[in-house]
Structures are given as structure tokens and as C-alpha cells.
């Protein structure tokens, strides 16, 4: 895992975001340019990592991950205009598409597998009565449990994105508040104080890498995108 959240870093930047939709927002029979048509106006999975902003409207780079949804074939009215989704190739191209214009500039990786998650025992069974077996969405609740829930498609992604600035820069002042300089200084974890500012240096600096127009000298490479 810390290789590959390498690879998704550059500019001094070490630190990536955690995002998941489990299930992933689907109905039965749905295409993935329809599920994704949908969410034209945010992306359907919600951030995991601990910081208060649930909205990103940009980033520097993520890998998305797909798994269970079908590449059955879109529905459409006659007369109805086709989506840019709709006209790509494949599921693949579809979410490289949906999250090229969600996150434009950004350098993006975008895979798609048929399998999906199994949750069958010892999975926890905390699955809404609106899921089906296979984990799609029903409009009304179904006859049985919820533990009848086998597989669920989920989405799962890593991201760096210039919300991390946040999150690093609020545990820079929890570090710096004067209960933990108490903790440091008593040397319970043997950290000296020296090694302590340091460290507390080195965080304020990957936050501030995190900020946007860091690197606008030409440094970056976040507009070399897909």
C-alpha cells in the first residue's frame, strides 16, 4: 500500500485520501454511463480518511478501482442525446471519461473488474433491506433479511488531492497545543524535544505542499493528466 500511494505522490507530497462507496449506487440492469450520468454533480463515494471537508472539486491524482458492475449494454430513449459516457468503449474509458471531467488536469487511473465483493459470512451483515442478493439498489425494501446480501459492486479510490492541506495543518496545531508539549517533553515515547520540533518542521512543510499553486513555477506535473 505505501508503494502504491508512491505513485500517486510527487512535489514532496506523501499523503493520500481514502474513498470507498460500499455498495457502489446502482439499480438493477443499470449501465455504468447511466449510474455515472447521474452524478454529473459529485462523485458517488464518500471519503473515509478523518477531516471534516466531504466535497473535493479537485485533486493532483488518484487511482480508482471498480468491481461488480456489468458492461451491459445502456438504455436509451429514441430521440434522447447520447453522453459523452455513453459513446466510450469500454467500462474502463467510461470511468476515465466521468472522472476527466470531475477532476480535469488531474492524473487519474481508472480500473474496472466484473467481479464483485463477496459478503457472505463472516462478512458483517449491516446491509439495507433496499439491496438485492447481488447489492443493487431496489426502490422498496425486499421480503428478506439483509444478511441475504451475497455481493455487493463497491468503488474504492486514493487520492491527493489539496484538501489533505487541511488535515495536516490540524494536526500540526494539535501537536503544537500545549498538553501535547507537556507528552513530548516527558519523554514517555523517548522522543527528545529537539527530534520532536523536527518532526513537527517536516509536517508543516508536506502540508504546505498540499496548498494550491504549490510548485506554479513549473515544478508540478498535475496538468500532464491522462
Do not use: N
Amino acid at each position: 500500500m505505501m508503494h502504491f500511494a508512491d505513485s500517486l505522490t510527487f512535489s514532496g507530497r506523501k499523503v493520500v485520501a481514502a474513498w470507498a462507496a460500499l455498495p457502489f449506487p446502482a439499480l438493477p440492469g443499470s449501465s455504468l454511463p447511466e449510474i455515472l450520468s447521474a452524478h454529473q454533480q459529485d462523485v458517488p463515494w464518500k471519503l473515509l480518511s478523518s477531516w471534516k471537508e466531504q466535497k473535493v472539486s479537485c485533486c493532483f491524482a488518484q487511482s480508482v478501482v471498480l468491481r461488480g458492475i456489468c458492461q451491459e449494454k445502456p438504455t436509451s430513449c429514441p430521440g434522447q442525446p447520447r453522453s459523452p459516457l455513453h459513446r466510450c468503449e469500454s467500462p474502463e474509458e467510461v470511468l476515465q471519461q466521468f472522472l476527466h471531467t470531475q477532476f480535469p488536469g488531474a492524473f487519474s487511473t481508472a480500473h474496472v473488474l466484473q467481479q464483485p465483493c463477496d459478503t457472505r459470512p463472516p462478512f458483517p451483515q449491516f446491509f439495507s433491506p433496499l439491496l438485492t442478493r447481488r447489492g443493487f439498489l431496489l426502490d422498496k425494501a425486499q421480503g428478506y433479511s439483509s444478511a441475504g446480501v451475497e455481493s455487493i459492486p463497491v468503488l474504492a479510490a486514493l487520492q491527493s488531492s489539496p484538501g489533505l492541506h487541511s488535515l495536516l495543518s490540524g494536526l500540526c496545531r494539535e501537536l503544537q497545543a500545549p498538553s501535547a508539549r507537556r507528552w513530548s517533553s516527558s519523554g514517555t515515547a523517548g522522543l527528545e524535544q529537539d527530534d520532536f520540533q523536527e518532526a513537527l518542521e517536516e509536517l508543516k512543510t508536506l502540508a504546505q505542499c498540499y496548498e494550491m499553486g504549490f510548485g506554479a513555477d513549473g515544478s508540478e506535473d498535475e496538468a500532464d493528466s491522462d
